[in-house]
């Protein structure tokens, strides 16, 4: 299959020039272009670049550290195994300037477990970067030196979240930690650490090529540029797409062959279920915000089938550190199962909405927090396509907690 379904803007970049371009300017020239071009990271949060480089380079340590988070583990993302496959120097050339705008001498590509097969190709692609002077001491004349190394992931969908990839870069289980303190003060071996997506950092190199304005001019007010979805499901053109941030939920049907979806699961698992009656919305930052997962379910499929796969999922995922999503995510698809079975009484769905509730507050991380979306989304908007029982019925084999 071919995975790129457009063209995308990186194919329109001469090797090396963002990069370039970058090291003839001061640090602070850098972070302001970055700050000009408005650019959030694209790993799903969307927290603003050159804030989060700003605090880093401000942050005192005679060591900091670039991560590049390679970790993609959201159900229904490929985006950044396409951007690594093929445009690793982008990602490259971006981590180095995020280098030299912090002050950082060391980067590491943290590499989701499963992308090992394209672990050969990269590394090759850094030791032509050492020998054309990318890396190294005195990149390109400039008083940068920087090296990049590449770590294997842990394998867990939570070692993405950036603190549970620092605690695995250290040779530990992949929890996430408590914060503050943040990254930027004390991440990877307790010094300040930049971790940012792979697009993140392949953008990075884009705008220094082709402006601030440039990257600027596309997308919404508070969602600006160009984004890579990774598009999946009930559709007739899957594949990885760039479109503008704020793109409806229609017209991406329209362009991926998907117009005749029943819903569509913006954000991967941990996002949000979209009925046809809200096509309408739009995918940014003030709306919906993703890391680019998009997930297309045609009229046959069962909205509580949906929610019981992805709370399989986050039932496997959770690291188990905190109550609310340890015991919470076993709960919610116990109770799944319990109104795919018509035997969910009123009083213990009652219970559950309380617990998706406490869950999204309580959790210490984002998957905990974001894992009951799928239960709340099927009530709000699927709730013809189940009954609650009267509290009255006797119990069913399948109770809460047996
Ligand atoms: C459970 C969980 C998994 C995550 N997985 C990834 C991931 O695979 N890749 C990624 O870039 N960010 C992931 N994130 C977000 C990161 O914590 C972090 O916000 C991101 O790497 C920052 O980069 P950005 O600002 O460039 O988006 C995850 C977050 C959570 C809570
Ligand atoms: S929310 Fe879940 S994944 Fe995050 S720290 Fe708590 S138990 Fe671990």
Redesign the pocket.
Known sequence: MNTLKNKLSFSELSQGTGLKNALSMSRAKVISKVSASGIR?????G?P?SV?WNLCGLAHSDRKFVVC?A????PGTFKDRVILDEYASLVFDGMTIAAYAVGASEGILYLRAEYVYLREKLEEALRRRRKDGLLGKQILGSNLNFDIHIFMGGGA??C???TALIESLEGKRGEPRNRPPFPIDMGYLNHPTV???VE?LAWITCIFEKGASWFKEQGTEGSVGPKLFSVSGDCTKPGVYEFPLGISVLELLAQTGGENAKCVQVGGASGHLVPASEFCRHICFEDMAT?GSVIIFGQNRKALDIAENFMEFFEDESCGQCTPCRDGNAKLLEGIRMLKNGACKKQRFTSLLNLAETMQLASR???GQSSPNIFLDVIKHFHTEFELTSDATPDADCRMGA
């Open positions: 990271g694209r790993g799903g949060a927290f670049v989060k988070n970790d993609e583990g959201e969908y939570v993405g979240e950036e971790v940012n997506n993140t890391g991380c984002g998957l």
